[in-house]
């Protein structure tokens, strides 16, 4: 009893001491400046009520591309869920896309990595190109010698006549395959990967006759892919990292190793061989000649390949299925080609005399943009979006699946119309918020020279030379364009369409 009296007459002195008396006043000031501070701060943008635990675990569904455009609808055009102890931060509008990608570009200009990916920050800001967690020198200079060496209208041009020699591969070898069914995706994923590995080391990586090898290719680029979107309770839970419950980590590293593995030999020969005044050929000489290590050549490799094989893979084989399906957009197509190439083969050059088909491919891109949600951005530091709150290391989605449907910005957004895009200013270079199939802000895809050279070209060459059906000739219009989600956009269903040279 006496002790409890002692330690109660010990405490209040303490309280009252004058010198503690004398900073009550202050304290007091203190808490009401911290306490108005905090009432002034923007709350989080809304958005569906999150449950204990687990936050908005289930809101999310099969298809995210889909249910969080329909939570904008419900809550607006930004709005925050809260996966675990994660932040969510979803634009689908526009205006939102503008305020994300430009406005506040140098706030949420991180990129938030996948727990599922082997490698730390750390090593991911001096190797990568795509996944560098910061934007820092180190990622700027990458992106600038990538940009003058394989991406520049000068190196674009140098490589027009290798691009229109894997295309006439590529129709060689439908010819062959007349009357037979063939799998679109496939031909186009190895037309597009020979191209890229001939930028990068100067050789056919596989055959158009190689089915197994392609496919094959193409399901590991697809399985890594699919791998960065799979719910991963360490994402949700990061204490839970270290532990990797699910097994993704190391799923993930086991099929970038077998990614590697195609190229590394060839790694090992040219560093062997390469000399300190070799001319560069190829990609392969640029990275060597500006003191590349290995694992650095590996990673950026790997992400060109997934970066640019799998996006233009997707976007032309929807492109085929919405003109098969669209009867009277096919036939427009068919005569600008008719009347505008004289010949069997079709050029780099030739591509910008045809406006519809062009419009056709934004259209495809509007419709069916690669990536639904663009690669993942975190924002660095606090920042205000929209009068909302955006916390530091949120991570920040840019809906443009969402955005190319806007029925604001689209007159029937949910129709194939390419004459939309005809006498139109819009275009893909990142300016039109209601438009970004690419990107925008300094993450903005850097392969985008290439691909508007790449897509119409290899579909141009299609259909001008080939008429196409279904197998079993069945109904266009009964064509099944069920879509797969994941970092691309995918055909759920493969086209298997059978070829027949037109004369």
Request: charged share 25%; net charge positive.
């Amino acid at each position: 009893m006496d002790q409890t009296r002692t330690a109660l007459t010990r405490v209040v002195h303490l309280f009252t001491h004058p010198f503690l008396l004398l900073l009550v006043p202050f304290i007091f000031i203190i808490l009401k400046l911290l306490s108005s501070s905090s009432s002034k701060r923007q709350p989080l943008p809304p958005g569906p009520k999150a449950w204990p635990i687990v936050g908005n675990l289930l809101h999310i569904g099969k298809m995210p591309h889909i249910s969080m455009a329909n939570h904008a609808k419900a809550h607006g055009p930004l709005i925050s869920l809260r996966l675990g102890t994660r932040v969510l931060i979803v634009g689908s509008s526009p205006m939102a896309a503008t305020e994300i990608l430009k406005t506040n570009d140098r706030f949420l200009s991180g990129r938030c990595v996948p727990k599922a990916n082997p490698y730390r920050s750390q090593e991911l800001d001096r190797i990568s190109l795509v996944w560098a967690p910061h934007c820092t020198e180190g990622w700027k200079s990458l992106r600038a010698l990538c940009r003058t060496e394989l991406f520049s209208a000068k190196a674009i041009e140098s490589q027009a006549s290798m691009r229109e020699k894997k295309v006439a591969q590529m129709v060689k070898f439908l010819e062959s395959r007349q009357g037979k069914v063939v799998d679109i995706g496939e031909v186009v994923f190895t037309t597009v990967f020979n191209t890229l590995s001939n930028l990068l080391f100067s050789k056919d990586f596989i055959g158009l006759e190689d089915k197994g090898v392609a496919s094959g290719l193409k399901n590991l680029i697809w399985k890594m892919m699919e791998l960065g979107t799979t719910p991963n309770i360490a994402d949700f839970y990061p204490i839970l990292a270290g532990l990797d419950p699910q097994g993704l980590r190391r799923k993930s590293l086991k099929y970038i190793q077998e990614m590697f593995a195609v190229w590394g030999i060839y790694i090992k020969e040219r560093r062997q061989k390469h000399g300190q005044d070799a001319p560069k050929n190829d990609f392969l000489d640029v990275f060597l000649a500006n003191g590349f290590q290995d694992d650095q050549i590996n990673w950026l490799t790997l992400e060109l390949f997934s970066a640019g094989t799998d996006t233009t893979t997707t976007t032309i084989e929807w492109a085929v299925a919405e003109l098969i399906k669209n009867k009277q957009v096919m036939r427009k197509v068919r005569e600008e080609l008719e009347r505008e190439i004289n010949k069997d083969y079709i050029h780099e050059s030739n591509v910008s005399q045809l406006p519809y088909l062009n419009a056709c491919i934004k259209e495809t891109l509007r419709l069916h943009p690669p990536a639904p949600f663009l690669v993942p951005r975190r924002a660095i530091e606090n920042c205000e979006v929209m009068n909302y709150t955006i916390p530091k290391d949120s991570q920040i989605l840019v809906n443009v699946w969402a955005t190319g449907r806007d029925p604001s910005a689209w007159e029937d957004p949910l129709l194939f119309k390419p004459e939309r895009f005809l006498n139109s200013s819009l275009d893909l270079k990142g300016h039109d918020y209601e438009f970004l199939p690419f990107g925008s802000g300094r993450r903005i895809c850097p392969g985008l020279p290439m691909a508007t050279r790449q897509l119409p070209m290899i579909l141009a060459s299609l259909i001008h030379c080939f008429d196409w059906s279904l197998e079993n000739n069945e109904d266009p219009a009964e064509l099944n364009m069920t879509e797969k989600f994941g970092i691309t956009l995918q055909k759920e269903h493969p086209l298997l369409i059978v070829p027949k040279r037109k004369l």
